[in-house]
């Protein structure tokens, strides 16, 4: 396994602890989120959170497969 794709698989991990913790949220509760690349802080509600979380969690899983499919076919 590559760096750059155990990194990936890293991040995959995290992404999928925070979405079980947003979804043991009471509905209704509010959030914080953590603006990219600073240290800011945003109020915002466990729904708009949970669906944030949900497609960065795509987006990291495409990124796998496509490193995947790259290593399979160099190999």
């Given at each position: 396994m590559s760096s750059s794709n155990s990194?990936?698989?890293?991040q995959i991990q995290a992404t999928n602890v925070l979405r079980h913790e947003l979804e043991t949220l009471k509905s209704g509760r509010k959030v914080y989120l953590q603006q990219p690349g600073?240290?800011?802080f945003f109020k915002s509600d466990k729904d708009?959170?949970?669906?944030?979380?949900?497609?960065?969690?795509?987006s990291l899983q495409r990124q796998h497969e496509e490193l995947q499919n790259k290593m399979d076919l160099s190999t």
């Open positions: 990194t990936i698989y890293k600073s240290l800011v708009t959170a949970l669906k944030n979380c949900q497609q960065n969690l795509q």
